[in-house]
């Protein structure tokens, strides 16, 4: 048995009135199939994802960056997606601008608590409630961007289209000022102490559903 945690993080991974739904939620139930291993999935903040992931054998944890600073953390299956983070704002700020990352001091800009994104602008000298506005998710600092608390927000580009489009909301109500990171991709992250065998297993499930077309099919209904 394999117990899945994860975040709101659609289109990837969320929560809705029937369950987990996105496209890891669904990409890591064909795995299990593939690999004969019956699966649970439970959707939390990402803080309690983490924790609960730790604590809990036979573990999952998604849709997680893959990091230097993870890498020996965990024991990776994947890649599931690529990973573009961009910089945000509202279209009709217009006095706001970017070109270089550094015009980011001084402002607020909204991250999830615990994410990668967060972790890395910490590590840049970023400063935690001066500039860094901590939300519990994306959904959170879209509507606080929304409300004017705060001037950017660092979203995953296909989340930043959902997340307007489940508020009735035009995609030119957000404007892309400044791709921050598109270096690294999304993988499940098992506990370092899983058994080699059950890693191995997951990986040639998923590269099964890559050779056989199944993996395109389900990009497309997600992110076409």
């Given at each position: 048995m394999l117990t899945g945690f994860t975040e709101n993080l659609p289109p990837l991974n969320y929560q809705d009135e029937t369950g987990p739904q996105g496209?890891?939620?669904e990409l890591l139930r064909m795995v299990a199939l593939q690999a004969n291993l019956k699966l649970e999935i439970?959707?939390?903040?990402?803080?309690?994802?983490?924790?609960?992931a730790e604590a809990t054998p036979n573990s999952i944890l998604f849709s997680?960056?893959?990091t230097p600073e993870r890498e020996a953390l965990f024991k990776w299956v994947?890649?599931?997606s690529p990973r573009r983070i961009v910089v945000y704002k509202l279209a009709s700020r217009s006095e706001l601008s970017l070109s270089e990352l550094r015009q980011l001091q001084g402002a607020k800009i909204g991250v999830v608590r615990e994410s990668a994104t967060a972790r890395q602008l910490l590590a840049e000298g970023f400063k935690?409630?001066?500039e860094l506005e901590f939300g519990l998710d994306d959904a959170t600092n879209v509507r606080k961007l929304l409300a004017g608390r705060m001037e950017y927000v660092m979203l995953?580009?296909?989340a930043a289209a959902w997340n307007l489009r489940q508020l009735k909301l035009p995609y030119a109500t957000l404007q892309a000022v400044l791709d921050y990171d598109n270096s690294k991709s999304?993988?499940?992250g098992l506990p370092p102490d899983t058994d080699p065998a059950l890693v191995r297993r997951l990986q040639a499930a998923l590269d099964a559903?890559?050779?056989d077309g199944r993996y395109e099919l389900l990009k497309l209904r997600y992110f076409s």
């Open positions: 496209f890891s939620v439970q959707v939390l903040p990402w803080v309690r994802a983490m924790q609960s997680l960056t893959r994947g890649p599931i935690p409630g001066e995953l580009d296909w999304y993988w499940y559903t890559k050779r």
